[in-house]
């Protein structure tokens, strides 16, 4: 016959939220958020629990104290901020609690004039043993509490049950008896804001050229900060920048053979100039690099690297390091290939190597040499088709030194994959977005991604096209399309990119029909871009960027609200700062070629507002502004202005002298 | 630099369902059930990957595996069957596999016609590895797919890469590389079947008398088993039969003093004649106790007993282990209290007794002392005022010998701590639904306890009445009400009961007004019955409870389904075995005083049946039958009859002979 350790131990404490996969994971916040810890905790009969939130820094020794409260049905709650990066523990304790359980009895038996004589006697002993334990202040306070149980007067009783300042005295000195403590200790991962919000801009340095025939350079890259810069972005993307292998190299528009003359894919990596820390001869050098993060960063824009784990024939590793590749039955090394097809242009590396230890640490040193050089932003290319242990290991090892790197996932595959990585410590990914027209779609991808579990691990980065992303919508919705999507992208979800000037320039030529590359892409071929072309949409994305700097209800993926619209080419979201002193009600016509009304229905408890109150609504694409009243709203969108209404809700206001102002 | 263990286990495996809270508990199963256990599980890349189901007996060394099917979105399936008393346990484990990787390429390329030479040399690896681990029957097949793989012509290639025959041989023989195991192995409780489907029958033995004068005996309950056998009950459970206390004994109708003659409640437990492993003298002997519980037996009926771990202030305990009791700050005992409330004549149990261990051991005996006198069900009255690590150590240490043994939570409280109890080990648990009136609030009951992760643990026994509770609805909706509610018990739920006589004779008369108590409770008195009453719902009774016998669908929990209907009164659902060879479909009335009509919304689906098929519905009340055709039904129920159609589903059939029947 066995027993537990101490069967008195007789609160329960359970589901504790969030928590990934019985805490195997940890959640991702930023730093100066806040984390809201919920649990069930309950204990048999009548007696009354206290039940704390524990909480530290993963450096710190002792944890930090916090009582939760009551939500009902059993379920606690309490908050901590997390105040700088790095790691932070959190999880729960429960004991019941003599001094409440004392409390609520005397509290029943004053309201049914019962005899209190034995209470009196109880709490003394209560008291007293909490005395020894209290500082100077607290001992001072409970002596005095001490001398009301012992011989106050019926009403100092009932002023002593409800009062807080003795309730707290006890929080903070009474020794929990027989404690349960959950079972596991939880983690959050805490990155620098950027990692919430973010605003990217992707672009091909061998294009930012005047002519096809001139390979552009970091040095005009940097001539084109200014312009990035002034359509409000803030994260630079670059493809890679690393030399570029000739076997197998292929042709404008993916062609099979590459003309002598041919600029190869960027994702070609290495050659005889050298590896994946290395950089392309046409592009500069490493001066030149380094000149382009520093000018960046001036602008408060940070450069972000394409990390793609793959080799080109010519990469120094496959020389040093053929254990690193796998063989063919034939001895030769193996190319990419998804049966049928073959990329005999790329060899994949082999997670499964006896050298896996040493593959894994040159690639982390590929990430810290970056590092060096001013990188901490990363994209990284596939990373869906490298080992998972080996991301959970890397970003591990990368963040002991550099809590302030973020990683960008490219995986467009199955959503487990894709959740599984960010999981495993990718602070951003790429989605389905792109690929999400209707507005019940969008709904339902946006309320999976920002309503249930996923949100707390798994931070959406939308993208409306990419280099390899030219949906049949971009193609065939014109205009409309573009700033349709811009504002989907860049309010939907607070970290969001574009490919340009393909975007503001409104490229829709697909390679052939039916596909979604580019034609003449820029992958395979040096084009050049005129940045002063009237019809650019630069100006429509700095003003939809400024909207973003400016209403700290669109820096978050946090409380994004779906209100019901009678017409389902509209839709309809709001998102506001957690009191709504900032409010952002956005509604976009989903229709390229036609005009579409409709009345909207407001949910505006979620807005902050009552039923029958005025309010303003000043779109900030256009500066007009209407004022509403009650939840049901006509709106009427044209795809010859701009689709979308950007509106900021004010809230109105009786000023003393008697003006009416909107704030 | 920390690397993990072997970071080439590429594979993920993650979120098994069922699991309870990480493993902490175990899901319950009865004996022959099957277990449908999923789990996602995927892998970088493009490797195909082999997912396998380990399953034993708790005391086997061994696994059994099997393997898993994918059901899309990298979530897989397998089952197993429970096939004895006692603990199972289950996990997952997977690896990339070779094979299915080699035979998916081959296939690709067989398809585009390319050549498969080295296929065939990466094959043949493959299977000449494989061959020295395989069984003599194996050895000799692979064999002769080895000459294929070396030598067949390409038709023979397409045949091997669909062989159902080489994937088995492989899947027996094959060893897993780098497999990732579930990190935690699950456990399944697997009970006797009485357990999910059982049909109970509480009296008070006092009662079963012909004169309120004299006491009635474990024999007149022995007369009364033909009775109770006679409707179709399988347990029959009694209140306490232990010696009742006399200080602070209660009277009739649960007055604070008693009369000499008054018998007490049979929950204050404890007097001069013994405590809780003793019998009440006025009902007889051990040996009568002992030939009840036989002749129970004969008739299939388990005696089930309540345990109520209590004590009146007389019993033995109280004198002999004192410090199993709580002290009041002047020396006293401390009584039941929830204050203001005094209950004086019941001392509780301190589960903080510094003994807390020599307490248990005996709580622990009293199960034991009855389980060796034949009782294996016990009712456990207020489980919930009991410590929680109690009751898990309890009920484990019990089953150990007596896996048999089976416990009802009568646990009237908040919904988390009565689905605690079950997870902690009871076997079922009194419910909700005797407050549960409306179609809204039983559908939404039932579908919480019959489709969510509750009903992997907790067993709900509906109960219309017991002697604590005559609801409203019986006290004011007639004979309506009871027939009503016992079909909504007998046919939602497989475990159910019903408090007789009274239920039967549908009492209705409450303490007084806007109680639930009876009106001259048999908790506090001796009352009488007379069986033979014209008016007993006694045959109504024995019809629901072999309509229950016949219709295996009324067996489980399982497969509840509810259907719409278009009026609020009518309350409709169906169950049905797994593969619909028994469906019962119950319509309810649920209003007493007026006829309901409507249509119903029949998923035909969830009936095995398809749109537009013929089928017979044959009310098992009173044998009329419909023939009926598609999803949408008329149907009307009076309170003045049965206010409840029970029909069995029948599917039409032609047989040979031209004749049409239904089966």
Redesign the interface.
Same mark, same amino acid.
């Given at each position: 016959?066995t027993?537990?350790k101490d069967?008195?131990?007789?609160v +329960?404490v359970?589901?504790i939220s969030p928590e990934i996969?019985?805490?195997?994971f940890s959640i991702k916040r930023v730093v100066g958020d806040t984390v809201r810890v919920e649990v069930?905790a309950?204990v048999?009969?009548?007696d009354e629990i206290r039940v704390v939130l524990l909480h530290k820094r993963a450096d710190e020794t002792h944890w930090h104290r916090q009582t939760m409260q009551a939500l009902g049905?059993?379920r606690w709650l309490a908050e901590f901020t997390v105040d700088r990066m790095g790691h932070f523990n959190y999880t729960v304790e429960a004991s019941v609690d003599r001094f409440r359980t004392w409390r609520?009895?005397l509290k029943?038996?004053l309201?049914?004039e019962?005899d209190v004589s034995?209470d009196r006697?109880?709490g003394e002993?209560l008291l007293s043993a909490v005395l020894s334990r209290a500082d100077k202040t607290g001992r001072s306070k409970l002596t005095s509490w001490l001398s009301v149980v012992r011989d106050g007067s019926v009403n100092d009783l009932k002023e002593l049950v409800v009062s807080a300042d003795l309730l707290d005295l006890m929080d903070a000195f009474q020794e929990a008896e027989?404690p349960t403590r959950y079972?596991?200790e939880l983690t959050v991962w805490v990155d620098r804001p950027k990692a919430r919000f973010s605003t990217w801009y992707e672009l091909f340095p061998r294009s930012a050229t005047s002519s096809p025939s001139r390979h552009g350079t970091f040095r005009d890259v940097i001539d084109r900060l200014p312009y990035v810069h002034s359509m409000g972005f803030d994260v630079l993307y670059l493809p890679p920048v690393s030399p570029i292998g000739t076997s197998f190299r292929k042709g404008k528009n993916n062609a099979l053979t590459a003309n002598p003359d041919d600029v190869g894919s960027p994702w070609a990596i290495g050659a005889v100039e050298g590896g994946h820390t290395d950089i392309l001869p046409a592009l500069g050098t490493l001066a030149d690099f380094h000149e382009l993060v520093q000018e960046a960063g001036k602008l408060g824009i940070d450069v972000a690297l394409d990390i793609a784990f793959q080799c080109a024939p010519e990469h120094p590793w496959v020389t040093e390091h053929p254990e690193w590749f796998r063989k063919?039955?034939?001895g030769s090394i193996q190319y990419a290939e998804?049966?049928?097809k073959k990329y005999q242009d790329i060899y994949?590396l082999d997670?499964?190597s006896s050298d896996?230890?040493g593959l894994?640490?040159a690639l982390k040193e590929v990430f810290e040499s970056w590092i060096e050089r001013g990188v901490t932003i990363f994209r990284v290319d596939n990373p869906?088709?490298?080992?998972?242990?080996?991301w959970e290991?890397c970003i591990a090892?990368l963040r002991k030194q550099h809590p302030e790197t973020l990683f960008l996932a490219e995986a467009f595959t199955?959503?487990? +994959?894709m959740y599984?990585l960010a999981k495993l410590g990718f602070s951003q990914s790429y989605t389905y977005f792109a690929w999400r027209h209707t507005a019940w779609d969008l709904r339902e991808y946006l309320t999976e991604l920002t309503t249930t579990e996923v949100h707390d691990y798994f931070r959406p980065n939308f993208w409306p096209n990419t280099p390899d992303i030219l949906t049949e919508e971009l193609q065939h919705g014109g205009r409309a399309a573009f700033q349709r999507r811009l504002v989907l992208a860049a309010t939907l979800t607070a970290n969001y990119g574009i490919y340009g000037p393909p975007f503001e320039h409104c490229w829709s030529a697909p390679r052939e029909p039916g596909s979604e590359e580019y034609l003449d892409s820029e992958k395979y071929q040096i084009r050049t871009h005129d940045l002063d072309r009237p019809d650019s949409l630069r100006h429509f994305i700095a003003r939809v960027n400024r909207i973003r700097r400016e209403n700290p209800a669109l820096q978050t993926d946090d409380r994004l609200v779906f209100h019901d619209v009678d017409n389902p080419r509209l839709l309809c979201y709001s998102k506001s700062t957690p009191c709504g002193a900032n409010t952002v009600l956005v509604v976009v016509n989903l229709d390229s070629h036609n005009v579409e009304s409709g009345f909207v229905q407001i949910d505006l408890a979620a807005l902050h507002l009552t039923e029958n109150e005025e309010f303003l609504a000043r779109d900030l694409l256009n500066d007009q502004e209407y004022i509403w009243r009650g939840s049901r709203n006509y709106v009427e969108l044209s795809p010859f202005a701009t689709s979308a209404h950007i509106f900021q809700i004010r809230r109105r206001r009786h000023t003393t002298d008697g003006e009416v102002r909107f704030d």
């Open positions: 016959m027993f537990p069967g008195r131990c007789r +329960v359970e589901r996969d019985a805490g195997r069930d309950f048999d009969g009548h049905n059993d609520h009895a029943k038996r309201e049914a019962q034995l006697l109880a002993a027989f079972p596991r063919r039955p034939d998804n049966p049928p994949p997670f499964e896996w230890k894994w640490k869906h088709t490298k080992a998972f242990p080996f290991w090892e199955r959503p487990k +994959v599984q």
